[in-house]
């Protein structure tokens, strides 16, 4: 058979047979316990900075984000964002229990759908699971109410974050759904597809010359809620709701 | 599987000097992928310590693949996918065509992927009846051009945008032949629409991966196009090639890579999309690939197990090694004759396809140091090329005018922009290496030299260098 080919050829290549059982026992030892090795002190900060890190990342791979106080304001900043960029306000939006319970029906002129997205779509709405302020990266695993192609196929996305899921390194994101998720198929915690995003899609093909909007989205707008406290920018958290959201996003991209 | 033309690396190489247009596309990118590397680097300043982390975890695996291996299978199987063990690239290309006739499929299309091309996976579907479609913007334009990568992560490396724009009104004939190509985004904006239609039509979806977990049953791939997103996640069928030495062991150990991966290929923090692709649609899912399918091939790999070349199997693909290559710089990367260009493909390509069909390709190098001063899990490159001089030596393969590395020296001094280019380079290495000495006694395979007289250590530039400016001030 044609593994028990390569299995002995790398086992004559490392001189040894199969490992013995305590060997063996050590090494699913390390795969159960997953060491973390030495991560970036870039990421360890108070959480205002690692909230603002997260922006600037974001920023610095040509994304854009839009604060908001709270779920209430979203419908008026998705409106007010896809009129200014001049787009329809009829998209998909995953249905994700979190967005479905924004109060939509306060802007009755966005058409919003609950699916996955699809080749003719222009806008999409997806629902963030995790930041990472390391490099200013979404995390979006793949779920019935978090559909893949909603990450792909527009030529904006949208996605809503809430800043209490801003982490600092991708290490913390891993724990956070170590944690929180199951996947019943496989008994463990990796849903069928993990993507990680940071910023919108590009090439560098023709001449090593960056080019934004390659085939996934040209623009990448994360509305992110100010839901933590303690993340709001110093300051402000003594203050009443967070009133002006810092200004409008820059031209994302063109 | 692509033809070996490594041992007319001589003539490879001088052809290339004396094309104009392959210079000219050289001459626009050098720097480029330089400069952000160097940026990306001096922004994490843990870098070189995570240098020898990425060392430390390739090695760590390499000597216990067979159990990371089984453990990766065995979690591949629950998350409901199928692992197809193949030996030989043969195995490889009938495992591949079998998936694809069981899915019934007309068209698949294809992300990026080194190990396809080394398998040759295009030509055998297209032999039996299945088209393939590359997706990569720049796989894409090669396969209308009928060409290879000349790039491990670039892979129109040695094209201008002339070149773009005229294949595209050469072979997108249902579009206007008077549409202008103002910008190099019109020309990106012509293949995303023309791709679109494909991602849409194909059945099978084949990407690579650049990691697999044994933690989880997963394959990574990185790209910045979303064409391998698109690629794996609308066909019915996904299949990821990946060769074995690719598995690590946890989400951890990935991860630490990952941040190694795209600041030493492309000088980002990250690519765009890193994504974990474990096993195949979940029954509440609304997209995703009905079948899961990994492609897991040795193809001469175990063999360099345990031999002085085992270290090359840390490799990363993120093409720093060649990005900093003064003779890759020179000469691009078709002269190096088969699939894997620069200081990489001149130590791997004779470990999987033999010394015998590579001849002078380890001789490709002036020793400057440069690739492994920046391979991101230091891999002794140069070493490497002087062990297979020597196994070449040993088998006498070598014709008896080139058994001294300063007739290797001299047929690069007879070539001007590639000695100068060389120069350049081990310039700044010597530079370095003999800072505050004045000059050295001996040097590594300049014995001959060294023996009579001492080399003095470079100041200021080459002697081609200050010699063309000294005739500017005249
Ligand atoms: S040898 Fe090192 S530098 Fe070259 S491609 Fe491989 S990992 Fe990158």
Known sequence: MTKEAILGAIRRGLKRGPLPADQQAMLGGRLATHPRHLIPSRSRLPRPDQVALFIRNVEKEFGTVERVPNAEAVPAAIADYLAAQNLPSRFPMAPHPELTAIPWSERPLLEIEQRRAEATDQVSLQHGYAGIAETGTLMLPSAPERPTTLNLLAETEMVVLRASRIVGAYEEAWDRLRAESRDERSGGFMPRNIMFVTGPSRSADIEQTLELGAHGPRRLHIILIDDDPAALPMGEATAPPPVAVPGGPAAPGD | ?474
């Open chain 2, 1 to 474: 599987m692509v033809a070996i033309t490594s041992p007319a690396f001589k003539e490879n190489a001088r052809t290339a000097l004396a094309d104009p247009g392959l210079q000219k596309a050289l001459g626009t990118a050098k720097g480029a992928f330089l400069q952000r590397r160097a940026q990306a680097v001096a922004n994490l300043p843990e870098f070189e310590q995570l240098r020898d982390i990425g060392r430390d975890i390739k090695n760590h695996t390499l000597a216990n693949l067979d159990f990371y291996l089984e453990a990766y299978e065995a979690k591949v199987k629950a998350a409901g996918g199928q692992v197809h063990w193949c030996s030989t690239a043969d195995d490889a290309r009938a495992a591949v065509l079998e998936i694809c006739r069981k899915a019934n499929a007309r068209t698949v299309t294809k992300g990026k992927s080194m190990i396809s091309e080394e398998l040759g996976i295009n030509a055998h579907l297209e032999a039996h009846g299945i088209r393939p479609v590359e997706t990569d913007l720049g796989e894409y334009i090669l396969q209308l051009r009928q060409e290879h990568p000349s790039h491990i992560i670039a892979p129109a490396f040695h094209l201008n945008r002339e070149d773009w724009e005229a294949d595209f009104r050469r072979l997108h004939t249902d579009l206007p032949p008077d549409r202008v190509f103002a910008e190099r985004r019109d020309i990106l904006a012509e293949a995303r629409t023309k791709l679109r239609e494909k991602f849409l039509q194909a059945d099978v979806g084949i990407t690579g991966a650049n990691f697999l977990i044994a933690e989880t049953g997963s394959s990574v791939i990185v790209t910045n196009e979303g064409n391998g997103d698109l690629t794996q996640t609308l066909p019915r069928v996904h299949i990821a090639l990946a060769s074995i030495e690719k598995v690590v062991p946890t989400l951890e150990d990935a991860t630490s890579l990952l941040r190694l991966l795209a600041r030493s290929a492309t000088g980002q923090d990250f690519s765009v999309y890193t994504t974990f692709s474990t096993g195949a649609r979940r029954p509440a899912d609304l997209d995703g690939p009905e079948e899961y399918h990994v492609v897991l091939i040795d193809n001469g790999r175990s063999n360099m197990l345990g031999t002085e070349f085992q270290e090359m199997l840390r490799c990363i693909r993120c093409a720093a090694c060649m990005n900093h290559c003064p003779v890759y710089g020179a000469i691009g990367g078709h002269a190096y004759g088969w699939v894997y260009p620069g200081p990489m493909g001149s130590v791997l390509t004779p470990s999987l396809i033999g010394i015998e069909k590579t001849g002078m390709l380890p001789n490709a190098s002036t020793f400057c140091g440069k690739c492994e001063s920046v391979c991101p899990v230091k891999i002794p490159l140069p070493k490497m090329m002087r062990h297979w001089r020597e196994r070449e030596f040993e088998r006498h393969l070598t014709p008896a005018t080139q058994r001294s590395n300063l007739a290797l020296w001299g047929w690069f001094a007879r070539r001007p922009a590639l000695y100068r280019a060389a120069t350049r380079a081990a310039n700044a290495a010597l530079g370095l290496l003999g800072r505050g000495k004045g000059s050295f006694h001996s040097l590594p395979l300049a014995g001959g030299w060294t023996a009579g007289r001492d080399l003095p250590v470079p100041e200021g530039g080459t002697f081609m260098a200050r010699y063309a400016k000294e005739q500017r001030r005249r």
